[in-house]
């Protein structure tokens, strides 16, 4: 009897050590804890003695904050992380994922702190009672998110949900900034939300096609929009189609191929698996009368394995839609005023001539990404115009011909607008030439004009659709 009352007796001691030790450890012997608020952490800001009794290598205490700044006399929240009860097992401290994911959860703490402002803002006049009620209920719902975001991403084990929560996270982390996140191009009249700033890159490919592109690089993944003017009539768009130019090969694997009908706007959306690089492409394709419009997302490995990245390509296609981008231009115009350095009727130079204002028509081809034609209510013509094929350094005019009518224009940087006064138009059809001259090689001979032609008229324009994509 007394032997089993000296083993109840340990385990008693011994449990009451080990609650008060966990307790002590938490606290790091009472030790004072300091805050960071949000910022990108390195593994310095986490200063708590590693769990025992853990598999994790890692773990961030942070949570949202409510404060009155006296000077503004209003209330604020900011996201803020308890450095000492954050922590990383020295195994660790070398891995930059492992970090990356403790910041996303850090992150999830901002994005919550941002709600509580934007509440604030909205509601300026609520008391302190009702700021501090919305704060707990923010608390909760970030606690809960946290879960959700350990749960799915497997810790930071299943990568395709991960990367899937890290885009998701910078959504809305950019939802809440002054930075609306969308991207807008005025030549083809779209607009796609990236969660970063993509970059830009144009050109001209092989089939003789004006494209521009903005691409993001992120998340194990590459996001991209890519849009091609196709001035001269556009194939019609359909599943068949499509599959027979761009996913006919012998290591492509059509895993999705769905016409995707969205406010009765037809959109085609493919997923391909090719075997030979191991890659996996994203893709929905539409068009209106002037331009067509790709929508990638590319990753590694197939598929069939990665359905954190389906969903994260659903999320990035409903980011896009299309709309009527002639009025931006129309606006621009009128505020910048007249650009035409010179005019006159279109003549061949004389022998006197040849040394000085005159060009060749040099090459008919695809040199720039453009948008228009576009009539303005006094019949006057403008046409946006970008160039691709030479740097704008490079190019010394621009140059229009219209019903026999040679229009000079002095080139600055960034975009550009041609135009022509309406009295010097033919009310039926006829023929633009544009382009531009280059600096001259030589100090002889006339200058060639890089230029592309089309057939416009005052009774018709272009209708662009002005429909979303949600």
């Known amino acids: 009897m007394a032997h089993l009352v000296k083993v109840k007796l340990g385990i008693v001691a011994f449990s009451i050590f080990t609650l008060v030790f966990m307790h002590l450890h938490e606290s790091q012997f009472n030790t004072i804890a300091t805050y960071t608020r949000w910022t990108q952490v390195g593994w310095e800001h986490f200063h708590g003695w590693a769990k025992p009794f853990t598999g994790w290598g890692a773990g961030i205490s942070s949570e949202i904050y409510l404060e009155y700044d006296s000077a503004k006399q209003s209330w604020h929240a900011y996201a803020a992380m308890n450095n000492l009860y954050s922590w990383v097992a020295e195994r660790n401290k070398n891995s930059n994922d492992l970090l990356l994911h403790e910041q996303y959860h850090f992150n999830i703490s901002e994005v919550h702190a941002r709600m509580l402002n934007d509440y604030i803002a909205k509601n300026p006049e609520q008391s302190e009672h009702d700021y501090k009620l919305k704060l707990s209920a923010l608390r909760s719902e970030k606690n809960a998110m946290q879960d959700d975001y350990d749960t799915e991403g497997g810790h930071n084990l299943i990568s395709d949900w991960q990367a899937r929560w890290e885009y998701k996270i910078d959504s809305m982390l950019q939802a809440y900034a002054g930075d609306s996140g969308i991207t807008i191009d005025y030549y083809a009249g779209a607009k796609i939300f990236f969660p970063s700033l993509p970059h830009f890159f144009g050109g001209i490919n092989s089939a003789n096609v004006a494209y521009r592109i903005f691409q993001l690089d ?28 761009y996913y006919d090969g012998d290591s492509l694997v059509i895993r999705v191929a769905t016409l995707e009908s969205i406010n009765g706007f037809p959109a085609y959306r493919f997923v391909a698996y090719d075997s030979s690089s191991n890659e996996t492409h994203h893709h929905l394709w539409t068009q209106n009368n002037d331009f067509r419009y790709k929508l990638t997302l590319d990753h590694d490995g197939d598929t069939a394995k990665t359905a954190g990245y389906y969903d994260m390509a659903s999320s990035f296609f409903r980011g896009f839609s299309l709309f009527n981008a002639d009025p931006y231009w129309m606006d621009l115009h009128s505020r910048q005023g007249e650009t035409i350095s010179w005019s006159g009727p279109m003549e061949d130079p004389g022998p006197e001539d040849k040394n000085s204002n005159c060009f060749v028509f040099e090459d008919n081809a695809k040199h720039s990404f453009y948008r228009g034609p576009m009539f303005l209510d006094d019949g006057s013509f403008i046409m946006a115009y970008d160039v691709l094929q030479h740097p704008d350094s490079l190019v010394k005019a621009m140059i229009m011909i219209a019903n026999n009518q040679v229009y000079s224009y002095d080139k600055e940087e960034g975009d550009f607008i041609f ?22 090689d030589s100090l002889a001979g006339c200058e060639p004009f890089y230029y592309e032609q089309i057939v416009a008229s005052r009774n018709t324009t272009s209708q662009p659709l002005d429909v979303a994509l949600e």
């Not at 992120?218 to 027979?244: M, R, W």
């Not at 009295?423 to 382009?435: A, D, H, Q, T, Y």
Request: net charge negative; proline share 4%; no cysteine.
């Open 218 to 245: 992120k998340y194990d993944v590459s996001l991209a929009i890519s849009l091609f003017q196709q001035p001269f009539g556009i194939d019609s768009l359909n599943i068949d189609t499509l599959k027979k130019n």
């Open 419 to 440: 135009t022509a006064p309406a009295e010097r138009l033919s009310s039926s059809l006829f023929e633009v030439s544009f382009g531009y001259l280059l600096e001259k």
